[in-house]
């Protein structure tokens, strides 16, 4: 199966940002622009290559990520003038003929991208889409009698929305040539639903943003201070005082950390959510939500997600202190 990026978009709303760089080449932090971290998700989960459909200052693109990047075959779709993400996509397919999976190139999340696949080629459909659940753009109030009870800041709704990665079938390119102008959203998606080729693919993830203005842009710098994206998921600098360390990580179902020890610190996991084990030397101890587990200096191991796993890490303060044994995937 073949990644495809929508790289295109003008960027109007970033203007004057986006009048000589591209909207996918802003940066979320340091050197880690949009597009970055994409193609982050992608090698994560074991794509070799990878196809950026551009446009508006497509060459801009090239320029950075040329034939090859960190790892992953890049490819080129060039939309000589924009008629919407559906012929983007149908220009991809027909470059590459092989199943693909689509990415609007704006959003950023935590996806687990091979549960995805796997569960699109279980589906026998010709297309899944990604949902998320919405977030209220609003505080809700909540009251009883007469009385306002209490508030909830923007909480997550009942409601699911399209998430922004799609898999797509070869099977549905004839379709795609049949509308061949339009967003994908509006033409070639009823027309699947309304066969019943249109599966999705639900998952909580701990987080999900389009990113469609300055605001939003700033929201996501904010999530990424201290934050590194891994092959398996991300890890979190929370605090660090003279006394403790607290870190978040999040491992995907599917994946583990690399096989490490601390020399010095002195660590306990603190199982936010999600179920797993840790591997250690000889043995292996499993652990689900609320499981609290120590692990001492010099203790070789491995923490391994057979769900989505949230973890809160307290130790003593020693930040670098990490000797990997073994990697199980290639470390940007």
Not at 81 to 88: F, H, I, Q, S, Y
Not at 93 to 121: A, H, P, R
Request: proline residues 4%.
């Amino acid at each position: 199966m073949i990644g495809m990026i929508l790289c295109g978009g003008y960027g109007k709303r970033f203007y004057p940002l986006t009048q000589k760089v591209p909207k996918l080449l802003l940066e979320i932090k340091d050197d880690y622009t949009i597009l970055d971290r994409q193609l982050f998700a992608y090698k994560s989960a074991g794509f070799e290559k990878v196809v950026l459909l551009t446009g508006h200052l497509g060459k801009r693109i090239e320029a950075r990520y040329k034939s090859r990047y960190r790892g992953l075959d890049i490819e080129y779709a060039v939309e000589k003038e924009p008629l919407g993400t559906l012929n983007a996509i149908r220009l991809g397919m027909e470059k590459v003929k092989d199943d693909v999976v689509v990415s609007n190139g704006d959003v950023i999340t935590d996806i687990n991208l091979k549960c995805m696949v796997q569960e699109f080629e279980l589906s026998g459909c010709q297309a899944s889409m990604f949902v998320v659940r919405m977030r209220s753009p609003y505080g809700i109030v909540v009251f009883g009698k007469r009385r306002i009870e209490s508030f909830k800041e923007k909480p997550l709704l009942e409601h699911y929305i399209n998430g922004g990665f799609y898999c797509l079938s070869r099977k549905v390119l004839p379709l795609l040539q049949k509308f061949k102008i339009g967003n994908i959203e509006k033409t070639a998606f009823p027309r699947l639903a309304e066969m019943k080729e249109l599966a999705y693919y639900k998952e909580d993830v701990p987080f999900w943003a389009s990113i469609d203005s300055m605001k939003d842009l700033e929201s996501v710098r904010k999530k990424y201070e201290n934050r590194t994206d891994k092959p398996w998921g991300y890890e979190k600098l929370l605090s660090l005082t003279k006394e403790s360390m607290e870190k978040e990580l999040y491992i995907m179902a599917g994946y583990k950390t690399s096989f490490h020890y601390h020399k010095q610190r002195d660590e306990t996991l603190n199982i936010t959510s999600g179920a797993g084990y840790v591997e250690f030397e000889g043995r292996r101890e499993k652990f689900k939500k609320g499981s609290a587990i120590p692990i001492k200096p010099s203790t070789p191991h491995t923490i391994v997600a057979t769900e989505n796993t949230l973890i809160r890490e307290v130790s003593t303060p020693h930040p670098e202190d990490v000797v990997r044994i073994k990697d199980f995937y290639e470390v940007r």
